[in-house]
C-alpha cells in the first residue's frame, strides 16, 4: 500500500467517525420523510427546530431556506434517537406572518400534527408516497 492512500483511507474513516458522532449522518434508515410546498404567491422560508427529543432532519434544513411560490422543497428525512411517543419537532413557515406546525408522532396515515400562527391561512398537509411522506403546505402567508 502507498503511503498516500493509507493517509488518505485514514482522513476518510476519521471523517466518517466525525460526522456519525455529531449526528448528521445515520446508517439507519429515516422514520419518515418531510417535504415542504409554497402554494402561495408569495417568498416564504422554512426552517426546523427541535421540539421534545432528539429530533433532526437529514439532510439538514437550514433556518430560513428560502421557499419560493408555488415550489417544493427537498425531501428531508426524520430520525428521533430514541424515538419517543412524546417527541415532536417544528417546521416553521416565515413571511410577514409565521406559521408553525408542530408534528409530533407519526404512525402511517395518522400523524399528530398542531399548526399556529397568523401565516397559516390555508394550509395543511398530507401524506404522500404510500405514506412515506409528510407534505405540510401554506397556501397565504399574509405578507
Known sequence: MKKGSFITGLVLLS??????ASGSISGSSPHFYIEMQNQSQ??????????????????ELLKFTP??????SEKYGVYFDPLLPEDTFNIIFTGKNDCV??????APADPVITMSGLGCAGGG?????????????I???HK
Do not use: E, W
Open 67 to 72: 421557499l419560493p411560490p408555488n415550489q417544493i
Open 15 to 20: 471523517n466518517v467517525i466525525t460526522a456519525n
Open 125 to 137: 398537509y398530507r401524506i404522500i408516497d404510500n405514506g412515506t411522506t409528510l407534505l405540510l403546505y
Open 42 to 59: 408569495k417568498n416564504a422560508s422554512i426552517s426546523f427546530s427541535q421540539g421534545v427529543g432528539n429530533v433532526y432532519l437529514q439532510p
Open 139 to 141: 397556501s397565504d402567508i
Open 101 to 106: 406546525f408542530n408534528v409530533g408522532f407519526f
